[in-house]
């Protein structure tokens, strides 16, 4: 079994090429950096995801271990919207662990009175949107089998992974989709194999037992849908557009600000502007890991006072026990006789749980550098990933933001200029404080990396409750163009719910209140 999370090569090409109906030129990026020169292929080759013979060979030879074609190669697609880093703006990948080994806790307690007013559910439905934009990998005729950059939920209705046994745990099928029981109770856990693998297009859903969870959630939602259309092209179309809907009109206007989110929906995107869209590398490897700040060391869970992250993790992969089905009404602020939700997520801020710094190398097939043995700090991956894909630091990046939104037309970021030495030195969190004040620690002041810099700016101009501006509008523009890139999508329908009994509005309470209602 194996539920290892992450990609080991990167394939990355400039927003700007996709303005080309012909060529698309790009860069080939390994564990350890560019492993590739600029590359171009036809547009037609490129958004059918096929590569050169030569670059194939050229991968193998430079990456696997053993330069055989039969290893295992999982490239990703990304454009990179912004320029890479130069040679002065880097730092030593040791710097970079220091920093990481800053950035994360050293207890597993929750800090008091520090929440966001964000149920946790919203946590794990950001990590579950990501997982349907992004997953690629070569097969033996040199195609890339993308998942597709829409938010289009083909890690739910798309194909399963070839040779997958048979699920064993007395799967209910309706309309083609597929629950399985769980242990000593009824239908609450992913279809699995014998060995506990699940029986799903994309098993990094089942990294964590909360992303299970909604995976199982969403398959409800379908299969009760089906049940009264009875059509699986129509229940996929309105289940697909009902899961747009809470993307755009619910998930990003809890993360990105109001007026930021309200330029992107009224007058479009300028950062992705071009024909095609592809994930950018900035979102992927740092803005949109905002999501580790709001996971919490330890949640209510059902019958559990205090369910420990590490068992959430670590209870993957493997048939759930129905004690630990979860309780949606923990994680949201619904239908509660107290009306408290038992859950929020943690505060968008530098501060990271505990467990995430020593996470099972089990976990990940491409971990960068792993000091640690066994395991390793999640900071430390980011910042180090960040690092090879040839990331700048924000400051320089946030000036270019300012004239592309100027030239534009865009809402434009207040104030004008990045975070200021004294913000970023001025971190809540105090290992953080501490080691930015050493001789280590002073340069990621003026080069700040994006990854610790979307979580400064949501702690200093999102007051620890949004993203900053610049994060927002990566975020925001991201989330928008991946709806509208989608087929039959929200935007360019102009779809409003209209499934009887979820008429009008819709966010993640109704859903689950219609899911728990009818099932």
């Known amino acids: 079994m194996s539920r290892k999370h992450g990609d080991s090569i990167k394939v990355i ?3 700007d090429d996709h303005q080309d109906d012909r060529f698309v030129s790009f860069q080939v990026f390994g564990a350890f950096g560019r492993i590739g020169d600029q590359i171009q292929v036809s547009s037609e080759d490129f958004a059918r995801g096929i590569l050169p013979a030569d670059v194939l060979r050229e991968i193998q030879l430079r990456f696997t271990p053993t330069g055989n074609a039969e290893s295992t190669i999982k490239p990703s697609l990304y454009c990179r919207i912004f320029r890479e880093a130069t040679e002065e703006e880097t730092f030593e990948p040791e710097a970079l662990e220091a920093l990481g080994d800053a950035m994360s806790s050293r ?8 929440a966001l007013n964000i149920p946790a559910a919203y946590t794990y439905f950001g990590q579950f949107l990501t997982h349907d934009m992004t997953k690629l990998r070569i097969n033996d005729s040199g195609t890339i089998n993308m998942r597709s950059a829409g938010l289009d939920l083909d890690t739910l ?6 040779d997958l046994p048979n699920p064993v745990n007395d799967p209910l099928t309706v309309g083609g989709i597929s629950i399985g029981r769980a242990i000593d109770g009824g239908y609450d856990d992913l279809p699995r194999a014998e060995t506990g693998e699940a029986a799903i297009p994309d098993r990094r859903n089942d990294n964590n037992i909360a992303v299970a969870q909604l995976h199982v959630l969403f398959c409800k939602f379908y299969q009760t849908v089906y049940r009264t259309v009875r059509s699986e092209v129509e229940a996929k179309h309105i289940v697909r557009s ?4 809470l993307i755009l009109n619910d998930f990003m206007p809890r993360l990105v600000d109001a007026v930021t989110y309200r330029d992107i929906v009224e007058n479009g995107c300028i950062l992705l502007n071009n024909k095609s869209f592809l994930v950018p590398i900035e979102f992927a490897a740092a803005f949109f890991r905002i ?52 859950n929020y997520a943690s505060s968008l801020d530098t501060f990271l749980a505990g467990t995430l710094s020593k996470l099972s190398s089990s976990l990940i097939d491409d971990r960068i550098y792993a000091p640690h043995g066994q395991s390793f700090r999640l900071s430390e991956q980011t910042l180090l990933r960040g690092h090879y894909l040839e990331l700048p630091p924000a400051q320089p990046l946030f000036y270019d933001l300012w004239d592309r939104l100027k030239a534009g037309g865009g809402a434009l970021p207040e104030p004008a200029t990045p975070l200021r030495r004294s913000n970023l030195a001025a971190s809540s969190y105090l290992p ?13 002041l003026e080069k700040t990396p994006l990854y610790l810099y979307a979580l400064a700016e949501a702690e200093v101009r999102g007051s620890r409750q949004q993203l900053g501006p610049f994060g927002g509008r990566v975020v925001g523009e991201t989330l928008m163009r991946a709806v509208m890139t989608a087929e039959n999508n929200i935007v360019s329908e102009n779809w409003q719910p209209d499934f009887p009994g979820l008429e009008g509005w819709f966010d993640f309470n109704r859903l689950f209140s219609f899911v728990h209602a009818n099932w």
């Open 157 to 162: 209705f798309g194909e399963l992974p070839p």
């Open 107 to 114: 207890s597993n307690g929750f800090i008091p009175g520090i």
């Open 13 to 15: 090409t400039s927003c």
């Open 242 to 245: 009902y899961y747009q809907w």
């Open 432 to 444: 953080l404080k501490e080691f930015l004040a050493t001789e280590t620690g002073k340069p990621f």
């Open 291 to 342: 999501g580790h700040s709001m996971i919490r060391p330890q949640y209510r869970w059902s019958s559990f006072s205090n369910a420990r992250l590490s068992q959430i993790l670590d209870l993957a992969d493997k048939p759930l026990d129905a004690k630990w089905v979860i309780n949606w009404r923990d994680f949201l602020d619904v239908d509660r006789p107290d009306n408290v939700t038992q």
